[in-house]
């Protein structure tokens, strides 16, 4: 991830380490799923190396609304945050969840880092990055 993806976590993280509001689209009642990196990666490994051809969703089929995500952020970076309410875009899916019965199936597979263990590492590796600064000529210059 970067610190300036545009995706959700980043965004939110981002937020919450530079004291700004975190921004929620909506009412924040979309939902969305979570899937640690290395976990993901054990289910890309787990279907190369096995015998079965088809299509096979990886993810996390726990759902979380965008506004428990930001809850979770602001409570884990700072507390004191406010969050922030905008219009939501026309073209935002309202429901992420996928369907990993054939990873369970064919690869004995599902995810295992819980949300909350894989916002702290993510959250720590953000710290390192966002509270960096480069020298640029006289000037710090934040890295985010």
């Given amino acids: 991830m970067l610190e300036n993806d545009g ?5 939110f993280v981002v937020q919450a380490l530079q004291g700004q509001p975190l921004t929620v689209y909506g ?10 990196v290395a976990d993901l990666v054990e289910g890309i490994m787990r279907m190369m190396n096995g015998d079965y051809v088809g299509p096979i969703n990886l993810g996390n089929p726990d759902e979380y609304t965008i506004l428990q995500l930001a809850q979770t952020v602001q409570q884990m ?3 004191d ?5 905008e ?3 026309q073209d935002d899916p309202r429901r992420r969840k996928p369907d990993i019965t ?3 199936t064919h690869l004995g597979w599902q995810p295992a880092v819980p949300l909350q263990d894989g916002l702290r590492l993510t959250i720590e590796d953000f710290r390192e990055r966002v509270g960096s ?5 006289s000037k710090a210059v934040q890295v985010v």
């Fill in 7 to 11: 995706r959700v976590v980043s965004n």
């Fill in 77 to 79: 970076v700072n507390p």
């Fill in 102 to 104: 054939r990873a369970r």
């Fill in 133 to 137: 600064s480069v020298q640029a000529g």
């Fill in 87 to 89: 219009p939501l875009p």
């Fill in 27 to 36: 009412d924040g009642s979309q939902t969305r799923s979570f899937c640690y």
């Fill in 81 to 85: 945050v406010p969050v922030r309410f």
